[in-house]
């Protein structure tokens, strides 16, 4: 195991009703005057939004509000969002949504105590000072809710970059399950999908004799397993979307990463799908996935054929321990298809024709060099044959 440090300073309230005490915890994290912030309508429509108001108006709270954020959150409503926190005076970011929302509250509040262009943290500058965000989450996914990271797309240009920094760490995160039961059934997929991304991009590793992390990415993948197809037949049922929920942080909190090399190879290369093409970021991955692992397989055998005998029941063949690495991908891939995700680009919306330019964007956009690095080196060539392995 490799040295490591772990801070994840987050407070956490899970259940039922939580979300009624945000203003409390505002309160608590220092918060005098609020930017509630949020997506495209979904907590108009729950009444949610109400109650977070009312909750902060208990507490004596003044706030503003800025809703509007798009799946994949764009430059611009951060741009707009800095200048009204400035204008306001607001000391508190409250995020009331998704990953979407969550990221683009951590970019406003990173920008408007920043002096420079807030994309300099999406080009590479470490984050070291924001205004507290709070989060309110609606969807088991990104896990932003636990994580110092952001990820917002440039409109100009329309790529999509991630930003890092303890600074932007929630001070708080509520984690109501019964608020993801209005979830779409292709939502609720793409959250699961996305889950076990995180999961498996921290499982790919270069690291030797990380037993503990292997074993605990295990148990939240068989979690998945378990209770992602209960919560697809009936969106409804609390205990599955409450098993999702909190394997959705653990799974991104890095817990499960700490002390060993990782990948997000697949994550890079899906990054440039939902930036040119608008697709949810799990269905993108559920595409992406399968065809990286089947390709970098070989690099070690050994690895997923570890994860198709422990997570996906396979039988293991010590004669030829690539039949059953095949056998786990190929059973993932199965579970994915099976909760409804896409399978190939064109069911993503994905062209062929664009692959020269999703392949120059990968390689040569962010300061890379030619190569994304991760599990394996890809470079461009490898890219690109990866991208017609989605076809
Ligand atoms: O915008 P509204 O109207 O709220 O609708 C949203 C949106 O259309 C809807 N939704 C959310 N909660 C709902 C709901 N609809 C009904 N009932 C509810 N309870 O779901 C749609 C998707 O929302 P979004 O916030 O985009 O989803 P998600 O949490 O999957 O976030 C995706 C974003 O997170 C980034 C992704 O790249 C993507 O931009 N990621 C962020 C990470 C991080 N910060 O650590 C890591 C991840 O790997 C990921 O890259
Ligand atoms: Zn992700």
Known sequence: MRNFTFYSPTFFAFGKDTEKDAGKYVRRFGGTKVLIHYGGGSVVRSGLLDRVKASLEEEGLPYVVLGGVKPNPRSGLVYEGIDLCRKEGVDFVLAVGGGSTIDSSKAIAAGTVYDGDFWDFYSGKLITEALPVGTILTIAAAGSEGSPDSVITNENGMFKRGATGDAIRPKFSILNPALTQTLPPYQTACGVTDIMAHLYERYLTNTRDVEVTDRLIEALLLTMIHEGPRVIENPDDYEARANIMWAGMMAHNNSCGVGRT???????????????????????????????????????????????????????????????????IEAFRSFLISLGMPKNFAELGAREEDIPNLVRALCYGNGRKGSISGFVTLNEEDCAKIYKMMV
């Open 262 to 328: 990782q990948d997000w190879n697949s994550h890079n290369i899906e990054h440039e799908l939902s930036a040119e093409y608008d697709c949810a970021h799990g269905a993108g991955l559920a595409v992406t996935m399968p065809a990286v692992f089947t390709y970098v397989m070989e690099h070690d055998v050994m690895r997923f054929a570890k994860a198709a005998v422990r997570v996906w029941g396979c039988q293991m063949d010590f004669d030829h321990p690539e039949k059953t690495a095949k056998a786990g």
